[in-house]
T-cell receptor, first 116, second 112 residues
C-alpha cells in the first residue's frame, strides 16, 4: 500500500514569505508527527497529533510555526515569515498510535525547504 | 529526560569488513530503542528496534544490535559491509509521549 507522502519535495522561498508543507499519512494511522532535520540541530521533533486529542506542540521552535490536521488525516505545517534558519528538511511520520505502547513510525521522503 | 549519543559522525569501512556504529542512551525509564537508516534524498527507514524481551535484535539487511542495560548502549553491527550500506544511520529512543529522540547520526562510507 501507499506510504507517507509529502509535498512539495522541494521548496525555495524568500525570507519573510509564508510556506505550507503537506503530509498525507498512511491510511488508518491515527498518529502523525512532524520532525525537522537540519545541519546544525540534527533531527528534532516539532509536533505530534494523536486522534482527536489536542496536539503536542512542545517542539515547535517559535510562534511562526503552526500545524493542523484536518479530518484526522492530512496535515499541513505552516511557517510564517520564514527566516534563513528555517532552511531544513521537514519530515512527516505516521503510526497506528494508541496509548501505552509504541507503534512504529513510518516516515515520508521529506520536504527540503530553502529560505533565501 | 531521554537522550541519545552516537559516537563518531563519520565511519569508513572497507567492503566485507565489520560495521560497528555506536549508540549510548540516557533514560529514566526502560527504553524503547531504534536504529533508522537514511539513504541520500530519502526518508528514514526502520532497521531494527528493541522494546522488551531478547536483547539481541536482528533487523533488515543483515544488521543487528544488542541492548546492554549495564552499559546503556545499543550498538549496531553488521558482519560484512556492502557498498549498498553506505548511508546515514540514526539511533533513537522514544519518550513517554511517543516522540522519537534522535542521536546526531553517523554517516557510513564503504570503500571498495
Amino acid at each position: 500500500g501507499a506510504g507517507v507522502s509529502q509535498s512539495p519535495s522541494n521548496k525555495v522561498t524568500e525570507k519573510g514569505k509564508d510556506v505550507e508543507l503537506r503530509c498525507d499519512p498512511i491510511s488508518g494511522h491515527t498518529a502523525l508527527y512532524w520532525y525537522r532535520q537540519s545541519l546544525g540541530q540534527g533531527l528534532e521533533f516539532l509536533i505530534y497529533f494523536q486522534g482527536n486529542s489536542a496536539p503536542d506542540k512542545s517542539g515547535l521552535p517559535s510562534d511562526r510555526f503552526s500545524a493542523e490536521r484536518t479530518g484526522g488525516s492530512v496535515s499541513t505545517l505552516t511557517i510564517q515569515r520564514t527566516q534563513q534558519e528555517d532552511s531544513a528538511v521537514y519530515l512527516c511520520a505516521s503510526s497506528l498510535g494508541g496509548q501505552g505502547h509504541y507503534n512504529e513510525q513510518f516516515f515520508g521522503p521529506g520536504t527540503r525547504l530553502t529560505v533565501l | 529526560a531521554q537522550s541519545v549519543t552516537q559516537l563518531g559522525s563519520h565511519v569508513s569501512v572497507s567492503e566485507g569488513a565489520l560495521v560497528l556504529l555506536r549508540c549510548n542512551y540516557s533514560s529514566s525509564v526502560p527504553p524503547y530503542l531504534f536504529w533508522y537508516v537514511q539513504y541520500p534524498n530519502q526518508g528514514l527507514q526502520l532497521l531494527l528496534k528493541y522494546t522488551t524481551g531478547a536483547t539481541l535484535v536482528k533487523g533488515i539487511n543483515g544488521f543487528e544490535a544488542e541492548f546492554k542495560k549495564s552499559e546503556t548502549s545499543f550498538h549496531l553491527t553488521k558482519p560484512s559491509a556492502h557498498m549498498s550500506d553506505a548511508a546515514e544511520y540514526f539511533c533513537a529512543v522514544v519518550n513517554q509521549g511517543g516522540k522519537l529522540i534522535f542521536g546526531q547520526g553517523t554517516e557510513l562510507s564503504v570503500k571498495p
